[in-house]
């Protein structure tokens, strides 16, 4: 709660540098798949280049991190999570996919709001209901795209978009 309010009352400011962001969520992946190595979770990472961006490292941590965790808990039966990293026009796009449960089209838009959590949340999934807000209040703190493309039963696609920083 307390990180929350410190993004939404701008007590904390975005420290923004540049930065690779490939390299940065490689790190965050190897991380992750070393905590729930006894999961049986595949974690893909797909990407063509590395990718230089400006923005809040620290910040932009918590939003991968976040994103990553709920790909992780809502993970089909295939337990296959997908980050993906596409370059669009002078954007760079993270994907976050899961193949689980989905949410129903019409909670998306709540889903970014403090303690909301969708019908098909998973009751022994770990969490406080307010990741999803963090990575919305960090994200519009930054002036980046973000959202999401959900089917029942199908799975999740969380993403957002930065402007790349030319070499």
């Not at 199908?154 to 070499?167: A, D, M, N, P, V």
């Amino acid at each position: 709660i307390l990180s929350l309010t410190k993004i939404e009352t701008n007590s904390i400011e975005m420290d923004k540098e540049t930065y690779n962001i490939t390299e940065n969520i490689r790190e965050i992946v190897n991380r992750q798949e070393k905590l729930i190595e006894n999961l049986k979770i595949d974690i893909k990472f797909e990407y063509d280049q590395d990718v230089m961006i400006k923005a809040d490292c620290e910040q932009l941590e918590k939003v991968i991190y976040n994103f990553l965790s709920n790909a992780i808990n809502y993970v089909g039966e295939d337990n296959l999570v997908i980050v993906r990293q596409t370059i669009e026009d002078k954007y760079v796009k993270i994907s976050f996919i899961d193949h689980g449960v989905g949410i129903p089209e019409e909670e998306i838009d709540n889903i970014w709001y403090r303690y909301y959590k969708a019908k098909t949340h998973k009751r022994a999934s770990v969490g406080s209901g307010l990741g999803l807000a963090i990575v919305r209040s960090i994200l519009e703190k930054h002036g980046f795209e973000y959202g999401v493309v959900s089917k029942l039963n199908s799975g999740s696609e969380f993403w957002f978009k930065i402007l790349t920083e030319s070499k």
